[in-house]
């Protein structure tokens, strides 16, 4: 899975994509709200690995994420 974090300007806020190998949109959230679509994917048991993953990348980059 990969992971593409997005920088929100004005009133847009910051922005994670999760993307699968052929890079197929997986889920679109916001930074700050997770929830639903982690538990969507089924991965709402890692949120604490995958949001650790999330806020430690900088933004525009994209980064491979082994789960």
Not at 7 to 29: E, M, N, S, W
Not at 51 to 57: G, P, S, V
Request: hydrophobic share 45%; aromatic share 10%.
């Amino acid at each position: 899975m990969y992971v593409i974090k997005v920088k929100g300007i004005a009133k847009i806020p910051d922005y994670v994509q999760l993307r699968d190998d052929k890079f197929t949109l997986l889920a679109y959230f916001r930074v700050d709200r997770p929830d639903k679509s982690l538990d969507k994917l089924g991965l709402g048991d890692r949120l604490p690995d995958i949001m650790n993953f999330i806020n430690d990348l900088p933004f525009g980059q994209i980064a491979k994420l082994e789960i």
